[in-house]
């Protein structure tokens, strides 16, 4: 059975960090690539970072570049370092995996995914 569980969502003030995981089972994370996206209320699903399958290329929306460096952390974990949030980051936050990891499609495309964890900025 597949699994992909997000957790380290919660409240944070402007300027501050989280770190998010997301743990697979039920499929050989090293064959696929997997990334996070977001959606905030009101607003369409987007990406926010990707590696590609293999230990391939990571890829980065240009919202978060430099912010939110994005790292597997072993054979079944990876894990996004969220620094220097700002009003414009909170949503859930959705980890998800397939073939092939896209940003630029929001993940219409993506086959497995994670129930997403929530991230609220505010002072």
């Known amino acids: 059975q597949v699994q992909l569980v997000e957790s380290g969502g919660g409240l944070v003030q402007p300027g501050g960090s989280l770190r998010l995981s997301c743990t697979v089972s039920?499929?050989?994370?090293?064959?696929?690539?997997i990334g996070w996206f977001r959606q905030a209320p009101g607003k369409e699903r987007e990406g926010v970072s990707c590696?590609?399958?293999?230990?391939?290329?990571t890829y980065y929306a240009n919202s978060v570049k430099g912010r939110f460096p994005f790292s597997r952390d072993n054979a079944n974990t990876v894990s996004l370092q969220m620094g220097n949030l700002t009003p414009e980051d909170p949503g859930v936050y959705y980890c998800a995996a397939d073939l092939l990891c896209q940003i630029e499609t929001g993940g219409h495309d993506m086959l497995y995914w994670g129930e997403g964890t929530l991230v609220t900025v505010s002072s």
């Open positions: 039920g499929f050989t994370l090293n064959y696929y690539g």
């Open positions: 590696i590609r399958s293999g230990g391939g290329a």
